[in-house]
């Protein structure tokens, strides 16, 4: 008789055959080892799980694809330099070139129609533009003249209307109920004296009040970045502000000011947690590591939310790329479905006729359709 | 007997015919000489331990390379991500921009906020397009 065990009959150790023979071990000293192991084991699997079903949700592809026969007619003045606004209404398309400090205006057909405004400190002139709302009815636009610190309105021939002086440059404008709501530019002064970001200004542009209060961190520059805003008014005269750089935040303000809706959007499926605020930024490479990137946001007929990822990503080619996701939610921050974009989008806006109208990476205009449902 | 009784004892006669703990009342029906079975238990016991330390050793040089690997790659992937990083020159604009604001006489057509505007825009710049 001998003595043989199971290595010696040919059984090869590997991590399996060792997870085996612990809990094949006889009742003994390794009692607490074995629970431990054991314990580590399923804490370790519960917690992993768990932390990834919370931060992730189902993707729900919504498909589109391009409408080939809108073309833009290359005339002069059409080109873009450096679009940083898109909006539709009224069967046409309006971009706001903030490198031209002009409003260029196609139609539906992708023909141009006019440039509104030139560059200049003169009435209906504009320096460097941020922001801009059309009003759908009278056909009437306000301008923040972000470079000339003022509010314009024009009319569509580009005749100034009404203007009104600010103290600081505005970043972007929206209009509710004949008021006009101002983002303003989140320099040291707002944010270390923990300023409103957004104004209230009455038709006559007298001042009416400020809120939604800077955050403020220790360091200057990421101050300034986490405190860029985007704001337009929803379809139902809501306004929804989002965080462009760093805050993954989405807040919808009734036309008090009072917050009604608060909500992140959960980029590609899942929603990391990056410690932001205790980022420093130094140089442009600590500004490339900011998450959560927004391009754009835009509402549809139905007032559902479209917001533009502008988080990096690999192509299908393998090159970096942005831009391509759009997230669809409702006005009640719950995620609709995504859509996923053959090219790199840089602004968009869905426009009456259901489309959605996108500036790409080029700076060129296209127009996509929504397929089935 | 309690010896083998508490170990996960293997056994194998001559006829190749293989005996665990759990089956020593079949062993015992071979009438096989106790003091065969005690030594047998007592080799194995030593064989036991031995494993057992082998094991212990394994879990902690697994626990070492864990730990080791998970300081290392994030330094690693840092490194990484810098060399990919696309150099922008935002921040030294910015720079020369404030020299010039610091410079200036009062009343000056620069001031400190264009300097944060221009910077702003830069930086947006960079991480949109």
């Not at chain 2, 921009?97 to 200036?104: A, D, F, G, I, L």
């Amino acid at each position: 008789m001998e003595i043989v065990s199971r290595s010696e009959k040919g059984v090869e150790a590997t991590p399996f055959s060792i997870i085996f023979k612990i809990f094949a071990m006889e009742q003994g000293k390794m009692k607490i080892l074995r629970k431990l192991f054991l314990g580590m084991v399923i804490s370790l699997l519960t917690g992993f799980w768990g932390l990834r079903a919370e931060n992730k949700v189902v993707e729900k592809v919504i498909s589109v694809s391009e409408d080939k026969s809108f073309v833009v007619n290359v005339v002069p003045g059409a080109l873009l330099s450096g679009p940083s606004r898109l909006e539709t209404a009224g069967g046409r398309i309006y971009i706001l070139d903030s490198e031209e400090s002009q409003v260029k205006v196609f139609d539906f057909t992708g023909k141009f129609v006019r440039a509104i405004g030139r560059r200049g400190k003169g009435p209906g002139e504009f320096s460097r533009p941020e922001g801009f709302f059309v009003e759908r009815h009278k056909k009437l636009l306000g301008i923040a003249d972000t470079g000339n610190r003022r509010i314009q309105v024009v009319n569509e021939e580009g005749q100034l209307l009404t203007s009104g002086k600010l103290t600081y440059p505005p970043c972007g404008l929206s209009q509710i109920d004949d008021k006009y709501y101002v983002a303003s530019f989140p320099g040291s002064s707002v944010t270390l004296g923990e300023e409103p970001l957004i104004n209230v200004y009455q038709p006559d542009f007298k001042f009416e009040k400020g809120f939604y209060k800077a955050i403020k961190t220790e360091d200057l520059m990421l101050n300034m970045l986490i405190n860029t805003i985007l704001i337009k008014a929803d379809r139902a005269g809501n306004l929804v502000c989002a965080h462009q750089f760093g805050l993954n935040k989405i807040l919808v303000f009734d036309a008090q000011g009072t917050m009604i809706k608060n909500f992140e959007i959960i980029y590609k499926g899942e929603k990391p947690e990056v410690p932001v605020l205790k980022m420093r930024i130094r140089s442009d490479r600590d500004a490339q590591k900011m998450p959560y990137i927004l391009a754009d946001m835009t509402f549809d007929a139905r007032n559902y939310y479209y917001f533009l990822g502008g988080e990096m990503g690999q192509g299908p080619d393998g090159r970096t790329e942005k831009g391509r996701e759009i997230y669809k939610y409702d006005s009640q921050g719950r995620y609709q479905g995504t859509i996923i974009l053959p090219c790199e989008a840089r602004l968009i806006a869905i426009g009456d006729d259901g489309a959605l109208y996108l500036v790409d990476d080029n700076y060129e205009l296209r127009r996509f359709v929504f397929r089935g449902k | 007997m309690a010896v083998a009784r508490k170990t996960v004892v293997y056994l194998k006669t001559g006829d190749g015919e293989l005996f665990t703990g759990k089956s020593f009342s079949k062993m015992l029906a071979l009438n096989l000489p106790l003091w065969k079975t005690k030594l047998a238990s007592r080799k194995f016991s030593e064989k036991v331990k031995m494993r057992k330390k082998g094991l212990i050793n394994t879990i902690v040089v697994l626990l070492l390379l864990f730990t080791v690997y998970g300081t290392m790659a994030m330094p690693l992937k840092a490194a990484v991500e810098q060399k990919e990083e696309p150099s922008t020159n935002c921040f030294a604009q910015f720079e020369k921009c404030t020299q010039k604001v610091r410079t200036s006489f009062i009343g000056g057509t620069v001031d400190y906020l264009d300097c944060e505007l221009a910077l702003a825009r830069c930086i947006k710049k960079a991480l949109l397009d």
